[in-house]
Structures are given as C-alpha cells and as structure tokens.
C-alpha cells in the first residue's frame, strides 16, 4: 500500500481502493490503460488481483523476481502474480488454513498462464526434497498432457483450455509440496465432432498425426493429412502458426512415462479411433432405411477399439428399447445415425479425458509412505475456470459457465463480507450495511429445485410425449415469468423484444444480461448414448474404454443424471471445497481480441469489466473504509506529522495515532480506531496525509542529516582522543622503560615484549645451522635465551630424528676424522664435503653410492671386511713402490697383492699411526718387529688417506694412537733401526728417495 501511495501519481493507483471515484467505470478503466500503458499489467482491488494479459514477454517472472516477493508484505511492493502467490503461501503456513486461488476470466485473458505462474513460483521457491522434486516434475509436467487433450485453438485463443480445472496442491508441514489433485468440470465435447470456422479440434489430433512416427500411422490405419478427417475439417484450420504439433507431440510423448503412464498405445488407439469415427459415413435405402457405407472404417475401428464390427455397425445405425418389460430393436433414421455416431465419439473422447484425469491424480497422489509426514499438512487450491461468457449466440454451455461464476460470485460476497464483518468484530468496530447487489436471487433462479431453470430443463427431457427446445422455453415461461431476472421475446417490453429473437431468453446476471438460444438445450442436457453402443462399448478389449464404459451403466435402468444436474451437483461441491478453504482472487482481462501486445480496446475491456464484476467487487470492497493498517505501521509512517510522535512516541500505540490524527484534523467521520489497526474511510482523507508526509520530507531530512553528521562528527573526535591519549601512553612508557614494571610502563612494556615475540615468531632459524636469533631487548632478554635453547633443541630432535642408520655411521665417522684432523692436516677440509664409502676397491667403485651392499661383501678367515681401498706401501729400505690393496676387517688388517695376503696387521698390535700434517697421503703403521708375526711398520700411501686412517683408527679403537707430525715421520725399520719421512710444501705431489736415504714426501700447496 504505501508504495502503492507513492507510486499514484506516476501510474494511477496500484491499489483500485484507493481510486477516489470509485462507483466511476471510466476511472476504473482508465487506470487499467495507463498501467497497461507502462506494462503495469497487475493491479489489486484490496487483496483481489486485476491482471490484463500483455500478449508479450515480460521481464517479470524470472527467479530473482520470484525472490523479491518471498516473504514480502502484499501491499509494500507492486502487485504481482507472486505476491498472491506468496501471501497465499505464507497464510496457509502461518494460519494453517488451506487456501485457493480463483482465477477467472474470458478465453485467452491469461488464466492458465497465471495458474501455471503460480505452479511454477511453488516449484522454485518451496522446500523440496528428491521425491518432492519429482512431485514437481509431474506437477509441471502434467500440463502439457492435459493440454493436448483438453486445449484447443479458438478464435479468442491459440491454446484455450477447453474445460474448467480445480487443482488442489498439498504441502506437508514443512511447507514442501507432496501431492497434488485435480478436477475437470465440463469439458467441451462438441468440439471433437464439430467446430466453428478458424478454430481446430483437441490439439492431440492434429498432434499425432503430425508428430507420429510412420510406423504408428500405419499401426493406426491413420494418413498424415489432417484434410482426410471429417472431425478435424470443420474449421478449415488444420495448422497454426503460434503452435508446433511436432514438438508438442514430442513434449507430450516425454511427459507420459514422468506421469505414471504405460498404456500409450491403447490411449493412442482410442484417439484414432474417433478420428475413424468422424469418417464412418452413412447412407438411405429406398425404405428410408440406414446402412454403413464405409466399411474400412468399420473394420479399423473394431480393431482400435477392440470391439466386435458388425455389433459395432448394427448399433450405429438401430437403437434398442425396452417397452413394457420388452426390448425391441428399431431402425435409425439417417440423421439419427449421424448423431449416434457423434454420441459415441464425444462420449468416447469425453471418458477417456475423465480416465486421464483420474490417470494423473493417481501419479501425484499423495503416496502412503509419506503419509505420516503429511500431517498438519495443508492445501492451496487453484482454479482455472472459464470467466462469464458473452457470445453473439449463448447456447447451453454459456449457460452453465455463467452459472458457475454466478455461483463463484456468491462465494466472493459471502467471503469477503465474512472476513470484513470478522475483521471488525475482531477489532471491536460496529458493523455498517455495506450496499452491494447479492445474486442469490439469480443462483435461485437458475439452481433451485423444482423451480429453477435447470429443474425445468431436466423435466422437460425426461417428460413423455413431444418435447423440445421451444416447449421447454414456454415452460418458463409458464414457471419463472415475472421473476426479475428473467425476460423472454414474449415477456419483455417493446425495446427489449426488438433485441430477442423468439427462441431465447435472458437472464439479468449480476455482471449484466446475456441473451440464450434453446437450441440444442435439451439435446446436449440429455447428452444420451444409445444403450446397444453402450453395450458395444462395455465389451471392449481396450482396458481404458472398459474403464470408461462399466457394464453397471448398461444394467442399471436408472437413468443417469443430466447433463446439467450432473453441473450442478459438481459445483456444489467445489463450492463446498472453495468455502473451506482462505480464497484469493485473480481476474484476468483481454485487452483486445488480435492478441496483440500494446493495444488497448477500451469496449472490448469495458465489457469484461463489467462481466467479471469488478465494479462490484470494488463496491464490496469500499462499502465499509478503503483503508486499514495496523497501529505500528501508521505511526511508523506518518510520525513526522506531529510533533508529539517526532521522533519517537513512547506511550501505547493507540493513544500515539490518536494524537497524530487530532494533530492532523482528521474528522470522526472519516476514521475508526480499532484494537489494532486505523481504518479510514475515504482515500482522500489518505492522500492529504500522504501529501503532508511528501512536503514534511525535506525537513525530515535536513533532521536526519545534521543529527547524521553530529554523530559522525563525535565518533571522530572520540576516536582522535582515544588516539591522543594511546601516544601519551607510550611515550610516558618510553620515559620510563628502565623502571620496574609499574603503571606508567606498563602499556610500553607490554608493547614491547608482545612486539618481540610477534617479530621473533616470523623470524625464528629454519635451520640447526642457522644461528641468527632476532637480539632481544633487555627485558626480555633471558626468556628470549631459553627460547632460542629450546626452539634448538626442537630443530636438533627433529633432525635427528630424521637421520638413518648409514648416515648416522657416516656422521660418527665424520666426527671422529674431525676429532683426529681438524686443523691438523692440510687435507683434512677437503675431505670433510666428500662421503666415507664402505669400499674403494675397483669392483665395487661404480656401485659406489649403494655404501650399505658392501660392507660384507667377502669374508678373510671368519672376518668380514669392513673395508678396502688401494695403497701403495714403499718397502723400508730403498722405498720402491708397490701397489697393493688394504683390507680391514673389524680385529685386522691385511695388506694383499690381489689374491695374496702380504701382511696381516692385528688391532691389538698396532702401537700408533704416523700421517703427515700436510696434504699428502703417506701413513704409517706403526707394527711391533719383535712380533714375528707381525713384519714392523708399515709405509703406505693412499689417497683417501683421511678416511682410510679414519677408519682404521676406529676399527683398531686406536684414535688416540693418530699421531700428526708436521716435518717428519720416523718409522723401525729392522733391528733397531729406523728410517725417516720427510714432508715438504712443493707445486706438485712427489714420493722418492732423498737425501740421507730419507723418504721425501713432497705436497702440493693446496691454497
Ligand atoms: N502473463 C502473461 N505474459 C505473457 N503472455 C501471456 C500472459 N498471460 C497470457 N499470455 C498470452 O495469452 C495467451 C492466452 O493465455 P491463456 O492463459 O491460455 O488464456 P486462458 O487460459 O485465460 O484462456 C497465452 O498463450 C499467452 O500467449
Ligand atoms: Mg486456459
């Protein structure tokens, strides 16, 4: 409402209630024009929707529009299909109450394309779960198949629904959608044997024979030709340009299996069969007899339809009767046969259309399992029926179509007064007549029994002797003549008997007067099919047409119920449906008859205006106050207005709008306080609030801004304080850094530990090798040392942790060749980078990298070898060179000239191990000579000679035995004597025989 407030001067008013003439038709219409005008195609008259079919895609229905109504108030946003949709919704969820929607309007005014919105709106927007999904999916998908078989093109509409649909949507108490329901109500079989020029048969026909596959032509002794069917050439239509039979056919074809279907093919058999039908032609004898001249037809139809032929001819052209207990056969004549025939395929079309009907309810039937979650659940309903009918000719289907929304008129009344008269007790207002035209006399006049029209009607058929459509209007004549509502050629005055003709009579419905024609009323409210057909029919193979035709139906002499009764008593119940249920209204107008978007037949509205009884609907609307809304909402809005509710009113809300409205001089007659809500009378009274309201804004404004701007300013200020009073701290903090931790420090204190910490947590060493460690400031100094210890010690345990058994030998070794050489000896650094292997001997060297394979590759004695590498021993006097290799094993070592053994060397006899402080690779072992066993020291070189005594060293547990000279080494050679090594620095390595019969070693300078 209140945008519908701000939006009235742009494009009239959202809200009819609110139209200030509002007994005027012409202000009514030309607030439908200008909001057609801007594609404002909705527009309410208090809670109903108007809704004039744009014959264009609008930009209004996607899934962000659908999310801009949920959950929205009715009246704070734009009318639209999904606000009603939604508010419909939402009552049922929070009212538990079920509900339905009505929609109605002429053909092609966009009822079944409001409903299918609405569907749609429920299918995105509720909870769903998977079988919930599927529920929708057959939701939407039944549709298309109800369509095919009960939609066809009219003059007024492409895709007219050809019966009323009531269809009930069941949500559980979750508020997702788990059943569904449908009722069909009178569906327009005269269009299967005959139709008017530009308009086609049920589009299935014109579906199959366009989409169907050859071969099941074929099977159906069908031709593609629509042209070779006497039902569908009638309207001289067989194509639409809008329509595309071959993809509807596919779509409907898809739809069947997702609705439950598996007998296609016997539904398909059927439809043939009526086409069959239409071209079984007849011919007279000489005696006035009727005979079957096309007998192919015969012979396909008993076939498709699975019934004997010739039984099947005879009961086309003879009809059975029992008279006096006896039944006697009787002769058609050829008018009687023609129509026989149309009998049988209206009726056959008409029951199978009921049976899917029933076919569908079954698929979106509520399923037993989830029964129980069913509970507490509740129903929106929606019906989609035909709207007044006004045609140049009005036959017995106008007739029953205005019946009906008669009847739906009288629903509204009762409705809409019922929930008015509730609101204002609820509101403790004291109930005023509300002027408005109650049609009950005219539903009495039309249902009443005995009296009523259709009363007559039924009488007249079933009366012996001569009857017929013109004795049944002197009928009532004789019977309703005088009544207000009814006028014939004979009863009425001179200006209305100029606009009669003598075979009809008018009925003054609430919308207006239409005018019938009696022809063919008795005919179609017999709606009778010959009794031997019936019993053709009921032995048929086809399980649908056995469904449809019960042989109960044949034994019963009970006549079954007029076509008109039958009507009747299916209105009343969907009355009874519709009034337990909370109804919402839509009504839909046709803003012209080309179906042309942008135009405007101001006549063709005005005549809907009138027959959907809008005018009406806004009297009963108005009667009482055009407007209402509860305290708090009023108060909210319009506040400003006073200065005693500005800005804000503290005391109950009644007493709060009490005072704004003496402020606003409102007068006792225009409102009425409730308990909870204000109701005002006329909109003008509204609008001048609302003006006010529009002039008070920019003062409001300028309040709301400087009250804005002084709060942003003292939120800047604080902020600038609070900043000014934090750089106090911390240079006081600075001051006093040295001092014990005291008040005037503690901020800068803290800051500066935190800020350590923070800095030393991004800054930690990565690696054990790595020993930057951020310098701590004073005060945190000693946390900052065991910090750094433990954060080592961390990383040590992890990389030990990592390291594997060779490698942690490797390491010992490394350690213990550190120990022995670090500064001792020139090559010793660059030996550090280089890995101990298990092995040096030639065949083993390209396998090198695998140390662990050959640690026990062979065995001396019971010995494994640890190790072996090539030497070169220098003989102890004249030092001639020899290679030879050395192995140790874990008590020995042995000097081997290949296979020989040359010298074993035991461990525990060794005395110590002479090597040179330079960067050669001479060594000596230094052996017992007493020994026999053992031959006296040894001289050797090797070039591995930091591992190789690394080794032995460990190996003989003799480490400590290493001795490093930096000039010479001596060595026994025998009996006491000894011979001398001497090392000296040169450019190039050099071992030969010296002076004095020494040794000289000479070593590469290596930097
Ligand atoms: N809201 C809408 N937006 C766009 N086109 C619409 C709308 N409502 C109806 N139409 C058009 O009007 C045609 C007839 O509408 P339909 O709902 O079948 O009428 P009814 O059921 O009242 O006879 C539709 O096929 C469609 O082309
Ligand atoms: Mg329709």
Sequence with gaps: MESALTARDRVGVQDFVLLENYNSEAAFIENLRRRFRENLIYTYIGSVLVSVNPYKELEIYSKPQMERYRGVSFYEISPHIYAVSDNTYRAMRTERKDQCILISGESGAGKTEASKKILLYYAVTCPTNDHMAALGDRLLQSNPVLEAFGNAKTLRNDNSSRFGKYMDVQFDF?????????????????????????????????QLLDGGEDDLLITLDLERNPQKYQYLVKGNCPRLSSVSDKNNW???????????????????????????????????????????????QIHHLSKLMGVDGSALGEALTHKKLTAKGEEMISPLSFEQALSARDALAKAVYGRTFTWLVEKINQSLALKDELYHSSKGSSVIGLLDIYGFEVLQHNSFEQFCINYCNEKLQQLFIELTLRSEQEEYETEGIAWETVQYFDNKIICDLIEEKHKGIISILDEECLRPGETCDVSFLEKLEDALGGHPHFVTHKLANGKTRRVMSREEFRLLHYAGEVNYNVNGFLDKNNDSLNRNLKEVMCQSDNQILQHCFRREEVIDQKRPEMAA??????????MEILMSKEPSYVRCIKPNDAKQPGRFDEVLVRHQVKYLGLMENLRVRRAGFAYRRRFEAFLQRYKPLCPETWPNWHGRLSDGVSTLVSHLGYKPEEYKL???????????????????????????????????????????????RQAAELIRRFIKGFIYRHEEYCPENEYFLDHVRYSFLKNLRQNLPKSVLDKNWPTPPPLVAEASEHLRRMHMRNMTLKYCRRVQPEWKKQMMQK????????????????????????????????????????????????????????????????????????????????????TKIKQRMDYSAMRGISVSSLSDGVFVVHMPSEDNKQKGDVVLHCSHVIELVTKLAMMANKVSYVNISPGSIRFAVARGKEGIIDFVRGSELKVAKGKRGHLLVVSQRLY
């Design 565 to 574: 009764t039958q009507f009747k008593n299916s209105l009343m119940k969907l």
């Design 250 to 296: 596919k779509v409907v074809m898809k739809a069947l299996p997702v609705i439950g279907f598996t007998e296609e093919e016997k539904l398909l058999n059927i439809i043939a069969s009526v086409l069959h039908l239409g071209n079984t032609q007849f011919g007279e004898g000489e005696e006035g007899e009727t005979y079957i001249t096309t007998e192919t």
């Design 174 to 206: 979750r508020g997702a959608p788990v059943g569904g329901h449908i009722l069909n109500y009178l569906l327009e079989k005269s269009r299967v044997v005959h139709q008017n020029h530009g308009e086609r048969n049920f589009h299935i026909f014109y």
């Design 674 to 720: 409730g308990r909870s809500k204000i109701f005002i009378r006329f909109p003008k009274t509204l609008f001048t609030t609302e003006d006010a309201l529009e002039a008070k804004k920019p003062e409001i404004v300028i309040v709301i801004q400087s009250g804005w701007r002084g709060m942003k300013a003292r939120r800047r200020a604080k902020r600038r």
């Design 815 to 898: 350690v213990e060749a550190s120990k022995i050489f670090k500064d001792q000896k020139d090559s010793y650094p660059q030996s550090v980078g280089r890995l101990f292997l298990d092995s040096r001997l030639v065949m083993y060297r390209e396998n090198t990298q695998h140390l662990r394979r050959f640690s026990h590759c062979f065995t001396l004695g019971n010995d494994k070898v640890q190790y072996g590498v090539s030497v070169i021993k220098y003989d102890r006097r004249g030092f001639k060179p020899r290679p030879r290799q050395l192995l140790l094993t874990n008590t020995f070592a042995v000097l081997v000239d290949r």
